[in-house]
């Protein structure tokens, strides 16, 4: 605040003398001239009567000859003053109004705002660099969760865009490069409250910048980190302990699952759904020879993992020296009919549009759908706008850079019993997968499952605890329905962690202890239902016996009510 009041004032400088000089000689002058009081002598005025006729005058209040009429020097000296102040306050309002919409001036003002509001902040936030498409897509997961964000951008647009977005926990957003440490400084990095780094710039380089800021700044926090260079992926897990996401790695991963384990696949995906998404439909890609078209860094992902799970690709690269492709690669775009053909798209099972060009790459899956219309096709989207014509197009899957980055870290922040869930599960066959996912159909609505973990403990689950601690309570009794309780919620524990084991999908009579964590599956309204259960020592005590407390007709007639 000191700073933007000597910008001010330094700014003001001249305005300020002028009209300081202004009022003076209008005082002065009011005080010299001889005026005449009521008996016709004559009257001199004060300095403090002097002083309030020109403070009148000068703002065009207009109160009048007071506290005598005025003789005819006074008011010759009257419209001097008149018009001395007029022009003198249009010339310091014109420079105050220029000085408060000078860029930097306004720059200085924001960032102080801004600062105020971060030091203020009392309740656990993510510091998240990069308001772009997966930047976007994670605060609003992140809001929806009710998780506070503090953003950092050097785009003024994507700001802006920030500012008129309707959150249920607004963000605060700052114009700044994320590559400067005083940049994240300023944006809270050194906060008590700050929990966790987010980098999702467009450069790596960035990226790498702000885990490094982190790890010296704040060695405590959780940094994860978008990256899509193999390098400075090894680069950024060298130090610390932090979390990089490779979106193109990702993808074909998820690619490969789908392609041998299309339940698995299913489940992995709605695992790590956003809150309110739309639940989407398993895919069932076939098996057999695969056409991948661009050999980039998305390509080359692609070509490891297929191959690496035994699946028998083709390889289409415009330059294949350049980009070091394997032996046997159809030199081509990919675009032309002859080209597809040469690489087998007649017996090939998919096909996978990977350049960095959207119009190729929809070129590319048209141009094989007219050749093979039952053909399975994934395209590379890399501009969001261009999301609509990609929708249209109806492909078989789209990859979206910022769908997928954003999807796995909101899986990530959410809780960590998803990871423990999605590792424990990784031998599981298919048929396993598939008796899972239609379970959680049946306990979902057309969005993706909501996950959250019961954590036993006294903060977070006081009647629970207690309970625990007292007498014997089981899964079964948390999923009884508060409103009735031989009926049982429409929900699924996932995984149970006790002191480091995990238990995948564990039994209704399995005993609960404190300290257990509980990930369970259900739709979000499901959810208050079972939390209210853990946290309320009469709902909880009437879900155990079947009887009521003291006090119990009111939270009867509540829940009869909702």
Known sequence: MPDIFYVLLRRMRTPLVVLILMYAVSVLGFTLIPGMDAEGKPWHMSFFHALYLVSYTATTIGFGEIPYAFTDGQRLWMMFVVHLTVIGWLYSIGSLLTVLQDPAFRKLRVEYVFQRSVKHLRTPFY??????????????????????????????????????????????????????????????????????????????QTNLMVALTAHLLNPDLRVLARVESPELEANIRSFGTNEVINPFETFAGRLAMAIHSPGMYTLF??????????????????????????????????????????????????????????????????????????AGLRKAVGIVAGTNNDADNLSILMTAQELRPDIFRVARQNQRDNGIIFDKADFNLIMKRGDVIAHKIFALLRTPLISDFLEAIRGNDDDWANLLVSRILGVTTDEVPYLWEIKINKARTPALYKSCLMQTVTLHHILCDPREREH???????????????????????????????????????????????????????????????????????LQNR
């Open 127 to 204: 510091l998240v660099c990069g308001y772009g498409d997966t930047g976007g897509i994670l605060i609003k997961a992140l809001a929806d969760e009710g998780i506070k964000a503090v953003v950092v951008d050097k785009d003024e647009n994507r700001i802006n865009e920030l500012e008129l977005s309707d959150y249920i926990r607004r963000p605060l957003g700052l114009l700044g490069d994320a590559a400067k440490p005083a940049v994240l400084e300023m944006a809270g990095i050194t906060n008590s409250y700050c929990i966790g780094v987010i980098a999702l710039t467009d450069s790596d």
């Open 269 to 342: 995906t709605w695992m790590t759904g956003v809150p309110h998404e739309p639940l989407r439909e398993p895919l069932f890609p076939g098996q057999g020879l695969w056409i991948i078209a661009g050999y980039g860094r998305f390509g080359k992902a692609l070509h490891s993992r297929l191959q690496g799970a035994g699946i028998p690709v083709q390889v289409i690269e415009p330059d294949p020296q350049r980009t070091h492709a394997p032996p046997g690669t159809i030199a081509g775009q990919g675009t032309e009919a002859n080209t597809l053909l040469e």
């Open 488 to 558: 049982l919620l429409p929900a699924i524990p996932l995984l149970l962690k006790r002191k480091g084991k995990v238990t995948v999908l564990p039994e209704t009579d399995t005993h609960l202890e404190v300290s257990d964590r509980v990930l369970m599956c259900a739709s979000y309204p499901t959810s208050h239902d079972m939390q209210w259960a853990t946290q309320n020592e009469n709902v909880l005590h009437y879900l155990l016996t079947g009887q009521e407390t003291s006090g119990g007709d009111l939270w009867r007639r509540i």
